[in-house]
């Protein structure tokens, strides 16, 4: 298997659920990212990590908790969420971070708060 | 702050038609300007990064460009296979990340 890959593709969940979203790279690289995508919004970066530890945190709510166990891994945990949450959410990686780097994006998981 | 503004906001072509798709930018000390394309349901494809100002770069019937303020992807004959999204994204100096815009939705219609 090649490239970035989300599971699952979709997830419907209650305000007072707990779920957890995943990622996997197999590119071999060493700086992972977690965005949240929403209507007519460009891209927001929630999390960065960079060969295993957590170098951003963009003001993200502590409802959404990021876990990189390894380089090619990427959990975002998820639990007590509202309305205004659902979108898209993109796990990314590249090489490096920085240094102009593109960055290789999966197909997202979309996410419905009921 | 660094800063991307595409536009126009939709483009509708026909197939065939010749156009191109703005992204303008703001940024501290750029390090690479980002094309890619987002089709309805899929992430980000990565197609283009660019480094300097008069650099260009090709793949099939897109080509993008780059000056010190902005980006251009022309699209020449397009098909309707190409209607996506296109984004646009800058990375500053360091270890900034990048900023996206919001995108321009392109339609060619047969």
């Known amino acids: 298997e090649t490239g970035v890959t989300q599971t699952p593709r979709h997830l419907v969940m209650g305000m007072t659920n707990k779920k957890s979203l995943k990622c996997e790279q197999h590119?071999?690289?060493?700086?992972m990212y977690w965005y949240k995508q929403s209507a007519k919004k460009p891209l927001e970066l929630m999390f960065v990590?960079?060969?295993?530890?957590?170098?951003e945190n963009n003001s993200v709510p502590s409802r959404f908790s990021p876990e990189c166990p390894n380089s090619s891994h990427l959990f975002l945990h998820l639990h007590t969420l509202q309305p205004e949450d659902s979108a898209l959410y993109l796990c990314a990686s590249s090489q490096d971070r920085g240094w102009g780097q593109p960055q290789h994006f999966g197909d997202g998981t979309r996410l419905s708060i009921l | 702050e660094d800063q991307v503004t595409q536009s126009p906001e939709a483009l509708r072509l026909q197939e065939g038609e010749s156009s191109s798709l703005n992204c303008s930018y703001t940024v501290s000390g750029l390090r690479g300007l980002f094309w890619y394309r987002q089709d309805p349901g899929k992430g980000p494809e990565f197609l283009f990064t660019l480094y300097s100002a008069g650099e260009e770069k090709e793949k099939e019937r897109l080509k993008a460009t780059l000056t010190k303020k902005e980006s251009f992807l022309h699209i020449t004959a397009p098909k309707p296979e190409d209607s996506a999204t296109y984004l646009c994204?800058?990375?500053?100096?360091?270890?900034?990340?990048?900023?996206f815009g919001k995108g321009t939705r392109l339609s060619v219609i047969a």
């Open positions: 590119l071999g690289h060493n700086a």
């Open positions: 990590y960079s060969l295993e530890e957590r170098v």
């Open positions: 994204a800058v990375q500053g100096r360091g270890n900034t990340p990048l900023v």
